[in-house]
């Protein structure tokens, strides 16, 4: 996903965006079914959602970050769903395996890592996900 929106980015097609877009939405599918391990009993450690679900959510935010070829609102939807996506991977990592009691510590640390970098950035979209965190 994230070779081909650097294709689509440097040939400016907006063919590869939909197949990337398409790669996106098929891989937070699977990793929502297949990779959460939702049939494990709450709060047990499994090691394979501490591996996956950071670098997922990382390859979110690389490919949010190649994601526009224009600046119009259709670009802005895509670009902010990409970074929602990555979001949601780092959320549900400390959702399922953080303990309970630090949680909250955890969610208000990440609210403000994603607001100075949102203002480091440049990227205002990002503050509506720390918002949306720290409620």
Same mark, same amino acid.
């Given at each position: 996903m994230l070779i081909v929106a650097a294709l689509g980015r440097a040939l400016e097609s907006p063919h590869l965006q939909v197949q990337y877009a398409l790669l996106g939405a098929l891989t937070f599918y699977?990793? /929502?079914?297949?990779?959460?391990?939702?049939e494990a009993p709450a709060y047990v450690h499994v090691r394979m959602r501490l591996l996956t679900l950071p670098i997922l959510g990382a390859v979110f935010y690389l490919t949010a970050k190649l994601t526009a070829l224009r600046d119009d609102h259709q670009q802005r939807t895509i670009r902010g769903l990409f970074a929602a996506a990555g979001s949601?991977? /780092?959320?549900l990592l400390i959702w399922f395996e953080?303990?309970?009691l630090w949680q909250p510590l955890a969610f208000i640390a990440f609210a403000v890592l994603?607001?100075?970098?949102?203002r480091a950035i440049k990227y205002y979209s990002i503050t509506i996900?720390?918002?949306a965190l720290s409620a």
């Open positions: 699977r990793v /929502i079914i297949v990779n959460l391990h939702l949601a991977f /780092i959320a953080v303990p309970e994603l607001s100075e970098a949102a996900h720390s918002h």
